[in-house]
């Protein structure tokens, strides 16, 4: 099983739509990101948590929200999805002893 | 504000050749400097990482070259394979920051 598992892996909405991503982990750690790739703009910062009650906006939060249920469990919100949200959405785990960060294997959405 | 600059955006090389992708970064505060490899459908997965007291650090065919002076660094892949074929970010981060900052990415292509 993975360690870091995302769901959907993909997911077509409408806009206007409210839509929830799903990250949960194994590995225990107390930091979780949420990243969006988009071609040519490589991996920008949505938000993160580094531990239930730490949450704090990255450089492109608009439009999104999040909500860390457990240690585990760190879900992402699009509250009335548009097009230009259209992208490959990564989860990320850390730890504050060790700078590595896992990815999740993605969510790719598509906002019609 | 892209704090992390990459090039090329994409890259073609022959089988056994040498790679190299560049990164310029603005933020002297910067002090670790890690490059993720992600294949077709999977998150990105750190590969090499370096710290600004060395100028350069090998992992097999993998080497970081830094240059403080100029605020550059880049990913030397030697004798490159086509299983080397993935999307290369590099990243950089301070001490007091509480994320990383990725490059825009390359897509490196390895013929066989």
């Known amino acids: 099983d993975a360690d870091v598992t995302q769901t959907p892996r993909n997911r077509i909405t409408k806009t206007g739509k409210r839509i929830m991503l799903e990250c949960s982990q194994t590995?225990?750690?107390?930091?979780m990101y949420w990243y969006r790739q988009d071609p040519g703009l490589g991996l920008r910062l949505i938000y993160y948590?580094?531990?239930?009650?730490?949450?704090n906006k990255g450089e492109i939060s608009d439009g999104y929200s999040v909500s860390r249920q457990a240690q585990a469990k760190f879900s992402l919100s699009l509250e009335s999805a548009i097009p230009n949200q259209t992208a490959l959405y990564f989860c990320?785990?850390?730890?504050?002893?060790?700078?590595?960060?896992?990815f999740g294997s993605g969510t790719q959405l598509s906002v019609l | 504000q892209q704090q992390v600059k990459q090039s090329p955006q994409s890259l073609i090389v022959q089988k056994g050749g040498i790679s190299i992708i560049n990164c310029a970064y603005e933020n002297t505060a910067f002090d670790y400097f890690p490059w993720y490899q992600q294949f077709p459908g999977k998150g990105p997965a750190l590969l090499i990482a370096?710290?600004?007291?060395?100028s350069e650090k090998k992992e097999g065919r993998f080497t970081i070259s830094f240059n403080k002076s100029a605020k550059q660094f880049s990913l030397h892949i030697m004798d490159s394979q086509p299983g080397d074929s993935a999307t290369y970010f590099c990243a950089a981060r301070s001490s007091s920051a509480r994320q990383l900052t990725f490059g825009s990415g390359t897509q490196l292509t390895v013929l066989p």
């Open positions: 948590s580094f531990d239930v009650k730490d949450i």
């Open positions: 370096i710290r600004p007291d060395v």
């Open positions: 990320a785990t850390g730890t504050m002893e060790n700078e590595k960060l896992f």
């Open positions: 590995k225990g750690h107390d930091r």
